[in-house]
């Protein structure tokens, strides 16, 4: 299991990044009271988060800097991402794990940023955050309270639990399970095949989400997954919110069809429905803690991703 970083307080200082694509600065300076009165943080903007090379926020050397700057500096206790888009697995090898390792602390943010959660995690073995960002999601101009809500989890060490008070859920294969939770975007997820960030799945609870992917899309990523052998070996199986992806041709598959065929060949509890991704609510949640699926009481319970002491302080 990964070792969490520790809690924020009122009054610690967080960096604010863009280690993938520019993020709309207008959306950006909307986020910042939330964090500065909401949550009494003091925000610490990167150096180049307004640089722009054409679809990424500046050149790959550039945004790797504003990652290692921001776990480098010991007045930092969290490092947001502003937004994610495209580009962490151009960095991912530029970063030091092993200074990641030996400073950890509180690493958020969602969607493409899931290439870096891997990679921290794995390489640093250090928790992480896949929860809304501010230029993607605090941003806006409405934003659900349970969204905002769950930045409460960095100050506690308090676990957290999803039921149908948040919104309905649907058992594909019944069960239940305990394990590391890991996963995130499904298609960085898929990306990662092949490299030295390769997502390890045995013997863990798979959470998966996407935007913009029509059902052949997810069917092709799944598969891919499937004939890698990454889902034969998981514990249980938890989806998230698909959202935006009408099938471009009339002769399709639902997404429904492609994600119980692929729960059906794991044969592990599994569980859609959670409004965990590029939605508004979006429920926040560790990545490496341990986490308990029950598709008969139809909860997910995820242990806290921080910790209330000094035990990892540098």
Partial sequence: MAVKPERLKRGDKVGIIAPASPPDLEKLKRAVPFFEEALGLELVVGKNIENQYGYLAGRDEERASDVMSMFLDPDIKAVFCACGGYGTARIADLLDYEAIKNHPKIFWGYSDITYLHTAIRQRAGLVTFHGPMLASDIGNKEVHS??????????????????????????????????????????????????????????????????????????????????????????????????????????????????????????????????????????????????????????????????????NKY
């Avoid at 092709?220 to 989806?239: E, F, H, M, P, T």
């Avoid at 099938?247 to 599994?270: C, F, M, N, S």
Wanted: hydrophobic share 35%; glycine share 10%.
């Fill in 146 to 311: 349970i969204t905002k809500q769950s930045f409460n989890q960095l100050f506690s060490p308090e676990g957290l639990c999803y039921t149908e008070e948040i919104s309905r859920l649907d058992v594909l294969v019944e069960g239940a399970a305990e394990g590391e939770l890991v996963g995130g975007n499904l298609c960085l997820i898929t990306s990662s095949l092949g490299t030295e960030n390769e997502i390890d799945t045995d013997g863990k609870i798979l959470f998966i989400e996407d935007i913009h992917e029509e059902p052949r899309n997810v069917d092709r990523y799944l598969n891919q997954l499937w004939n890698a052998g990454k889902l034969q070996g998981i514990k249980g199986l938890v989806i998230g919110d698909f959202s935006d992806g009408e099938p471009e041709r009339q002769k399709t598959l639902t997404l429904e069809e492609v994600l119980h065929h692929y729960a059906d060949l794991i044969g592990k509890p599994a569980m859609s429905g959670f409004m965990i991704g590029h939605c508004d609510p979006h429920f926040a949640i560790p990545l490496g803690t341990a986490c308990t699926i029950d598709t008969a009481a139809k909860v997910l319970k995820v242990e806290s991703g921080v910790v209330a002491n000094e035990s």
